[in-house]
């Protein structure tokens, strides 16, 4: 027996070096009996070229190193995420299950032979440093990126804590290239975060899929409605520069607000590949409404929620349009020290949507908005209640009298920026909310 293991994840290394990772369930398989047919030709061709290698190149070359860089260019050849992990990497795969890890906190791929960064993750280097989804990485230090494995600029970016690095980035709407230093930490990645954002009204951000992200967003929206003194009126989720996960975390945060129906299923050719994932009669929100917040950094997992509780009219999709990885991984260990990460699946939303390389087009686009607060005016609007000898509207007042005012603070809240202001996407989402409960009271 050979085990699989399946992977959302958008990187094609190991990035407890840099970014995430996560392993995905484990599935068994039997080994196939029946041996494909080989291309003879093509096998000559490779051991022709090989023999030349090993006799003419200008250095000696040791074979294994030769047939390993076969392996890697054979399997990256097919797409972005199948590779070959050797030793370090397989050991790194399996460390970044931990949700601890070194780098900087940046879930990359490869894009025209550079870095592309899918997103930073919160609360890391990368993500205090400035770093956003959609940079392009062409220099660490002083060593290019183009026509670098992704495996070399990942161990170029991974290094002890505290030491430095500095990259160089291209960036949309930038004129020149931006050089930003990182300092390299230790990653703790804290998946599920919650707030209220007003009396009844919660928000809770998910930054990664990990093992206990479905079990830590019970918990929160649990803990939301103990200080809301009941259940809530409404519910944010926020899933900008989520690069995704594990396939199971998906679920379960899915099937949190869906109550029955498909959830998503995965199709490839051999059977393994084949699952349909199912909701289980519980919405933890009680049918409140529900708007989604993603963008470009949305990927994988993230994706996964977004189109099943699309699919289900089960909430409003708030943002960008997202990255559009729709692909399930499987990692397939060769030897002790060795694995193959291959793409063996697509994954569907409910509808039978596939959103590989199309992403989740949001219901409610907003692109690229950033709002200013407008200077107060010294003058007031005039009023009817202003003008002299105005009618009094009839109804009947305890006290008519303005009450006091008080003195504002420097720690008045009153003193903080508006939601439009620090997050305009956000603003807008629980705009969405209130509307929705004003022409649909429950």
């Given at each position: 027996m050979s085990f699989l293991n399946r992977d959302l994840g958008l990187i094609t290394m190991g990035i407890v070096r840099g970014a995430s990772l996560i392993f995905g369930q484990m599935v068994f398989a039997d080994k196939p009996n029946n041996k494909p047919d080989l291309p003879l030709e093509e096998l000559r061709a490779f051991s022709e070229i090989f023999g030349r290698i090993k006799n003419n190149y200008v250095e000696e070359v040791d074979d294994k190193e030769l047939l390993q860089n076969a392996i890697r260019g054979m399997l990256a050849g097919l797409d972005p995420h199948s590779t070959y992990l050797d030793l370090d990497d397989f050991q790194d795969l399996r460390e970044g299950t931990s949700?601890?890890?070194g780098g900087l906190g940046i879930e990359v791929t490869m894009e025209d032979g550079f870095v592309k960064v899918v997103s930073p993750i919160d609360d890391t280097p990368a993500a205090r440093g400035g770093v956003l989804a959609g940079d392009l990485i062409i220099r660490l230090d002083d060593t290019p990126v183009k026509g670098m494995a992704l495996s070399d600029a990942v161990d170029i970016m991974r290094g002890k804590p505290d030491s430095k690095i500095l990259l160089t980035i291209i960036r949309e709407g930038e004129d020149k290239p931006l050089k930003i230093e990182l300092t390299r930490a230790i990653i703790k990645v804290k998946s599920v975060k919650k707030?209220?954002?007003e009396t009844g009204y919660g928000y809770v951000r998910i930054s990664t899929?990990?093992?206990r992200t479905g079990a830590s967003l019970q918990e929160a929206i649990s803990a939301l409605k103990e200080e809301n003194e009941g259940d809530l009126k409404g519910l944010v989720l926020d899933l900008r520069n989520n690069p995704g996960g594990l396939l199971n975390a998906a679920v379960d945060v899915s099937d949190a607000f869906i109550t029955k129906g498909l959830i998503v299923y995965t199709d490839g050719r051999v059977e393994d590949a084949k699952q349909k994932f199912n909701a289980k009669p519980n919405d933890i929100l009680k049918g409140a409404p529900l708007v989604v917040l993603v963008n470009g950094g949305s990927a994988s997992a993230s994706e996964i929620v977004a189109g099943a509780l699309q699919d289900h009219q089960r909430a409003v999709i708030l943002g960008t349009k997202t990255f559009g990885?729709?692909?399930?991984?499987?990692v397939m260990p060769?030897?002790?020290?060795?694995?193959?990460?291959?793409?063996?699946?697509?994954?569907y939303t409910p509808s039978g949507r596939s959103i590989q390389a199309e992403g989740i087009v949001p219901d409610i686009e907003i692109e690229g908005i950033k709002v200013t607060s407008s200077e107060k005016s010294a003058f007031t609007p005039l009023?009817?209640?202003d003008l002299s000898k105005h009618l009094e509207n009839g109804n009947a007042k305890e006290d008519d009298?303005?009450?006091?005012q008080a003195e504002s603070t420097t720690d008045s809240k009153d003193d903080a920026p508006p939601l439009a202001v620090t997050d305009y996407y956000l603003s807008?989402?629980?705009n969405l909310l209130k509307g929705v409960n004003i022409l649909n009271p429950r």
């Amino acid at each position: 027996m050979s085990f699989l293991n399946r992977d959302l994840g958008l990187i094609t290394m190991g990035i407890v070096r840099g970014a995430s990772l996560i392993f995905g369930q484990m599935v068994f398989a039997d080994k196939p009996n029946n041996k494909p047919d080989l291309p003879l030709e093509e096998l000559r061709a490779f051991s022709e070229i090989f023999g030349r290698i090993k006799n003419n190149y200008v250095e000696e070359v040791d074979d294994k190193e030769l047939l390993q860089n076969a392996i890697r260019g054979m399997l990256a050849g097919l797409d972005p995420h199948s590779t070959y992990l050797d030793l370090d990497d397989f050991q790194d795969l399996r460390e970044g299950t931990s949700g601890e890890f070194g780098g900087l906190g940046i879930e990359v791929t490869m894009e025209d032979g550079f870095v592309k960064v899918v997103s930073p993750i919160d609360d890391t280097p990368a993500a205090r440093g400035g770093v956003l989804a959609g940079d392009l990485i062409i220099r660490l230090d002083d060593t290019p990126v183009k026509g670098m494995a992704l495996s070399d600029a990942v161990d170029i970016m991974r290094g002890k804590p505290d030491s430095k690095i500095l990259l160089t980035i291209i960036r949309e709407g930038e004129d020149k290239p931006l050089k930003i230093e990182l300092t390299r930490a230790i990653i703790k990645v804290k998946s599920v975060k919650k707030r209220m954002l007003e009396t009844g009204y919660g928000y809770v951000r998910i930054s990664t899929f990990a093992s206990r992200t479905g079990a830590s967003l019970q918990e929160a929206i649990s803990a939301l409605k103990e200080e809301n003194e009941g259940d809530l009126k409404g519910l944010v989720l926020d899933l900008r520069n989520n690069p995704g996960g594990l396939l199971n975390a998906a679920v379960d945060v899915s099937d949190a607000f869906i109550t029955k129906g498909l959830i998503v299923y995965t199709d490839g050719r051999v059977e393994d590949a084949k699952q349909k994932f199912n909701a289980k009669p519980n919405d933890i929100l009680k049918g409140a409404p529900l708007v989604v917040l993603v963008n470009g950094g949305s990927a994988s997992a993230s994706e996964i929620v977004a189109g099943a509780l699309q699919d289900h009219q089960r909430a409003v999709i708030l943002g960008t349009k997202t990255f559009g990885k729709g692909s399930v991984q499987t990692v397939m260990p060769l030897t002790n020290d060795t694995a193959v990460k291959m793409t063996t699946a697509r994954y569907y939303t409910p509808s039978g949507r596939s959103i590989q390389a199309e992403g989740i087009v949001p219901d409610i686009e907003i692109e690229g908005i950033k709002v200013t607060s407008s200077e107060k005016s010294a003058f007031t609007p005039l009023r009817e209640q202003d003008l002299s000898k105005h009618l009094e509207n009839g109804n009947a007042k305890e006290d008519d009298s303005e009450p006091e005012q008080a003195e504002s603070t420097t720690d008045s809240k009153d003193d903080a920026p508006p939601l439009a202001v620090t997050d305009y996407y956000l603003s807008e989402a629980l705009n969405l909310l209130k509307g929705v409960n004003i022409l649909n009271p429950r």
